[in-house]
């Protein structure tokens, strides 16, 4: 009878065991938030940011850009779209939404592609993408500073 009553039991605690070590409760997981990491310095006067919005664990909104001291919006300075349009081919309002975009698209676990014209603000996004990835999978909503130099 005792042997009759252990087998059961001793079966709902391994399948037990066993469901509890399937489950994905990962490290990497997103949680739902807003997240923000930001240049630590300013480059050429401006200083980069980048902003996600998570819910349900997904990446739903991505924002990168840059202000300047004032507050002014890098990718809305119609003469520095200008000037970097006809010097490098790209201007920020192109590359930040191509950057921000693949950012999303990957829920930042892919490799995001250099755009011609803009590795400077690629290699400051690679550093501020990995940044607010790695806050939004701790749960951490304060503004981490990034040296975004080099």
């Known amino acids: 009878m005792k042997l009759k009553l252990r087998l059961p039991l001793l079966s709902v605690l391994l399948i037990a065991l ?4 399937g489950s994905k409760t990962t490290e990497n997981e997103l949680q739902d938030g807003y997240y923000t990491a930001q240049a630590a310095e300013f480059s050429h006067g401006w200083k980069e940011y980048v902003t996600i919005i998570v819910k349900g664990g997904s990446i739903v909104s991505v924002e990168y ?5 004032s507050g002014f919006i890098k990718s809305w300075d119609s003469n520095y779209m200008q000037t970097m349009l006809h010097s490098n081919g790209t201007y920020p309002n192109e590359y930040t939404r191509y950057y921000a975009s693949q950012l999303q698209e990957q829920q ?4 995001i592609d250099a755009l011609t014209g803009a ?3 690629y290699n400051s996004f690679q550093k501020l993408s990995a940044a607010v990835v790695a ?7 304060s503004i981490v500073l990034v040296d975004t130099s080099s």
């Open 135 to 141: 806050q939004a999978q701790l749960g951490d909503s």
């Open 119 to 121: 590795t400077s603000s």
């Open 65 to 69: 850009n840059a202000e300047n001291a």
């Open 18 to 21: 066993l469901t509890a070590c």
């Open 108 to 111: 930042g676990e892919g490799t």
